[in-house]
């Protein structure tokens, strides 16, 4: 569904337990651990968040990962938990009421408390 080089959102858990959607880019596909059994498929996507933190889309389903324009119609964090697993593996921040990114004038983006 998606390609090298998308630009893509998916839904991450940031500090305090509030699941977010974070921007990001596809920076592989098929992700696998050696230690997984023969018959796991693999993670369909490795993403980038603009944060610079990576993530594995354990799943290609819209509940985890979407096109970047579908943005917009996520943007109220949810404490609830997605289903299948915890989404796009551990995130790297972002979003929630208490912390907000920012990018540095070097063109780094950070996270502030």
């Known amino acids: ?3 090298e080089g998308q630009r893509v959102v998916c839904r ?3 500090p305090g337990g509030v699941r977010v959607w974070e921007e990001g880019v ?9 230690c997984w059994p023969p018959q796991h498929p693999g993670a369909p996507y490795e993403v980038r968040l603009d944060l610079g933190t ?13 096109a970047e324009a579908s943005r917009s119609a996520l ?4 404490s609830a938990a997605p ?5 796009a593996g551990p995130a790297g921040g972002g979003g929630g009421k208490r912390f907000r990114k920012q990018q540095s004038p070097a063109g780094v983006w950070e996270l502030l408390d």
């Open 75 to 78: 943007s109220r964090p949810t």
């Open 54 to 66: 990576r993530v594995y889309a354990v799943v290609d389903d819209d509940r985890i990962i979407r």
């Open 83 to 87: 289903t299948p697993a915890a989404a």
């Open 12 to 14: 991450v858990e940031a």
């Open 1 to 3: 569904r998606f390609l």
């Open 26 to 34: 596809i920076i592989g596909m098929w992700y696998r651990e050696a």
